[in-house]
């Protein structure tokens, strides 16, 4: 699922949560006050749901496999930074060789 998917699934549960408290005190609750709290307690829970869905990790998504993350010698002055040892060894110091 892509972020503009989960975006969008994140607001739908959040615009039914905000639907259902407003439904629950604007008319429920002039025929049943029982089943507006009932309706209040269901849209209590959408919001860390909605937070969940919405930061769930995507298998196509690759930004926590970072190569840096394996790099033993990460912290070591002068070690470059930008080209982390799992890459491999070949062409360290730019000659090609």
Known sequence: MQQRARRRY?????AG????????????????V????????VAMVIPPLAAVFA????????????PR??????????HDRDRPDREGPADRDGDGQ
């Open 34 to 41: 029982g089943a507006a709290i009932g309706m209040c307690v």
């Open 69 to 78: 993350w394996d790099d033993p010698e990460w912290d070591r002055p002068g």
């Open 10 to 14: 994140y607001f739908l549960m959040m």
């Open 55 to 66: 930061n769930r990790r995507d298998p196509e998504d690759d930004w926590w496999q970072d």
């Open 17 to 32: 949560c905000l639907g259902l408290f407003v439904l629950a005190w604007g008319v429920v609750r002039f025929f049943s």
